[in-house]
């Protein structure tokens, strides 16, 4: 049997090195702290340094080290600065993200150097491997010591070419890199394209289980008499690039996608949703390769707004966020097979999460826009109602939200205190929560003349949490990223874990009667939802 490889190899490209300059005298460099235990000392170290050589250097102060610089921090420093230090990467997280945000900065015309802790360059250069810079310097510094001080400056002094040969498999080899990615774990081939096997179904279901291609449930062998119509139906060209799927970058072709849609379970009416998920996923504002190599449970919900939903037979009702349609299943599990596949986020290798969520298998739904009585979510992201769309937003699991509450006020109440104790990332880094809002719940607030908007902002002024019960640690955590929100914070005794009514996302799904809804936290401000159309 003959079966496509659903599989994404690294990017072959390497590209070379930027020139730096030839002496720090008089030049501009950015110090990007992460906020990291280690940044300050090795920082603060590299500051006086640098300074010492002439430079002229502007500390920036990122809020998180998985969060990424926000957008006028990255302006000011590609307008002012001739180079860039991101430290420190003290941690396996923190390592990965300041490789994938220098390696971004060096592709986008901007030298740029890693500051690692002597246990974690491996990390950073695996992905500056896996983004086609390999040469881009990673330097192990320390806060005891001195020594490393000297590699920092000849790191942006230094000749790509001299560079390129000092820091190219330092600490990663690409076959190392192609290893911690994936993809040689378990016996998987490099191969790519058409595969022969043999074994018939269940050979092939073994096989995809022990190269970790599948979830480990049943799959369907993707050959290419399965593939072809899928790639059909998404009237795109089979090597056509939907997206660069972190954090391995790969290549999401259509028919990779098509061939995990394919083993996912996938009908072809159904890939054009499964590449606008592709596609949202892997947007920069989803901030993907910063969540799903992290520790906490965090996966992707798949919200289906428009016609597609019945076209593709989606449930949004009764049972909604259960068992009984096949789409709700095959679309999510379509997603992570190409966040494994072509992505790289395999568990147990790259996916560490510690306790994970039952939402890592499948988490998608249909809005219930036929009994709503507000318009979609696509709506409110400036689609219009006839248009289909995916919404995809990385949650930290689902709960219920129960009551005998029937006034709006109540209902209100009820909701604010379900999504407030629900909401530690949230309430850290500000940021999204997602809100399924039962229809029994929806009507009554429509028929008190309550709008989708004006229950985003009720509930924002109900939906505070008591400082009070906060451990010190995590007070700390909450006054460093949003310092910027509450810089009065010591003068309060309420915090709400959202920032404004709008990062509410209010979503009306499932059926009536019943008074329950459920609340999704996300991490916060790390990530923000994406909306993608559905292709026609």
């Known amino acids: 049997m003959d079966i ?62 998985s969060a990424p610089l926000d957008e006028a921090q990255q302006q000011r420093i590609r307008r002012e600065c001739k180079a860039v230090v991101f430290g420190v990467g003290d941690h396996r997280p923190s390592a990965l993200y300041a490789g994938y945000e220098a390696a971004s900065l060096e592709r986008a015309g901007l030298p740029a150097v890693v500051l690692c802790t002597q246990d974690f360059p491996l990390h950073a250069q695996v992905v500056t491997t896996s983004m086609g810079v390999p040469g ?3 330097v192990v510094a320390s806060p005891s010591e001195d020594a490393w001080l000297g590699a920092l400056a000849a790191a942006l002094t230094g000749t790509p070419e001299a560079l390129g040969v000092t820091y190219s498999g330092r600490y990663c080899s690409r076959a190392q890199a192609e290893a911690y990615l994936g993809l040689v774990s378990h016996g998987q081939p490099m191969a790519v394209g058409v595969m022969r096997m043999d074994g018939g179904y269940d050979g092939f279901h073994a096989l995809a289980a022990r190269w970790r291609w599948s979830d480990g449930l049943p799959v369907f062998p993707p050959t290419p008499e399965r593939v072809a119509p899928m790639v059909q139906a998404s009237r795109r060209a089979p090597r056509d690039v939907v997206a660069l799927v972190p954090p391995r970058f790969g290549e999401a072709t259509v028919e990779r996608v098509a061939a995990n849609a394919v083993m996912a379970g996938c009908l072809p009416r159904e890939m054009p949703a499964v590449i606008a998920a592709v596609r949202a996923l892997s947007s ?58 072509v992505g790289g986020c395999i568990p147990e290798v790259t996916d560490l999460a510690a306790m994970g969520s039952p939402t890592k298998y499948a988490f998608c739904f249909g809005e219930n826009e036929e009994e709503s009585p507000w318009p979609g979510l696509h709506t409110t992201r400036g689609l219009p109602p006839e248009a289909s769309a995916v919404t995809v937003s990385l949650v930290r ?28 990332a949230n309430l850290y880094y500000g940021g999204e929560m997602v809100l399924l809002l039962c229809l ?17 902002r009720r509930i924002f002024d109900a939906l505070q949490v008591p400082l009070s019960s906060l451990t010190k640690p995590d007070l700390d955590a909450l006054r460093a990223f949003r310092s910027d929100e509450f810089p009065d914070l010591e003068t309060r005794s309420w915090v709400p874990p959202v920032r404004k009514p709008d990062d509410i996302l209010i979503v009306v799904t499932g059926g009536a009667p019943g008074p329950h809804s459920a609340c999704c936290p996300t991490s916060g401000g790390l990530s923000w939802s994406q909306t993608v159309a559905i292709a026609d």
């Open 4 to 65: 496509l490889s659903p599989v994404a190899p690294l990017p072959v490209t390497k590209l070379p090195l930027l020139p730096r300059p030839a002496s720090l005298r008089g030049v501009p460099i950015a110090l990007v702290d992460n906020q990291r235990p280690a940044a300050k000392a090795i920082l603060d170290a590299a500051r006086r340094h640098l300074e010492g050589l002439g430079a002229r250097v502007t500390v920036v102060a990122k809020r998180h080290g």
């Open 397 to 424: 699991g689902v709960f219920d939200i129960s009551s005998a509450a029937t006034t709006p006020d109540d209902i209100v109440k009820a909701l604010a205190q379900g999504m407030s104790v629900r909401s530690t």
């Open 440 to 456: 029994q719940w929806a009507k009554a607030l429509q028929a008190a003349g309550v709008s989708r908007a004006d229950l985003q």
């Open 136 to 138: 881009l310097p990673v």
């Open 284 to 341: 920069p504002g989803m901030n993907a390769f910063g969540l799903l190599l992290g520790t906490g449970p965090q996966a992707p919900l798949v919200c289906v707004n428009g016609p597609a939903r019945k076209t593709m037979e989606v449930n949004c009702r009764h049972n909604v966020l259960g068992a009984g349609r096949a789409a709700n299943g095959t679309i999510a599990r379509a997603l992570r097979f190409v966040i494994a596949n």
